[in-house]
């Protein structure tokens, strides 16, 4: 059974950083593409961040290009989301999420097939 622990969110003010971490255990790491999502309250899941199986490509949110960086280790079978100059609408419960031999433009939830218990972010004004 594939396992994925997210880590590394926090109460932040706006315009710090902070990265997130989301470990994967069973299955094949460099085989899955991974994704971050997050949920404010009252909204729907929404896609942050994607980056290939291959880990040729990646993809962003509109709303986080320039501000947030996708990145994998697949020696620690490992996915990072650096977040720089937070601010208070990155507010919400940040997910990673894992598909064998995904795309980074797969942004839609209902195709990822595992999920990390999420992590949440608090950005102050």
């Known amino acids: 059974q594939v396992q994925l622990v997210e880590s590394g969110g926090g109460l932040v003010q706006a315009g710090d950083s902070l990265r997130l971490s989301c470990v994967v255990s069973g299955g094949t790491f460099n085989t899955y593409g991974m994704g971050w999502f997050r949920q404010a309250p009252g909204k729907e899941r929404e896609f942050v961040a994607g980056?290939?199986?291959?880990?040729?490509?990646?993809n962003y949110a509109d709303s986080v290009k320039g501000r947030f960086t996708i990145s994998r280790v697949n020696a620690k079978n490992t996915v990072h989301l650096q977040m720089n100059n937070l601010q208070p609408g990155d507010t919400a419960v940040y997910y990673c999420a894992t598909r064998p031999f995904g795309l980074a433009t797969t942004t839609a939830a209902g195709l990822y097939n595992f999920w990390g218990q999420g992590t949440q972010v608090t950005v102050s004004s």
């Open positions: 980056f290939s199986w291959t880990g040729s490509s990646t």
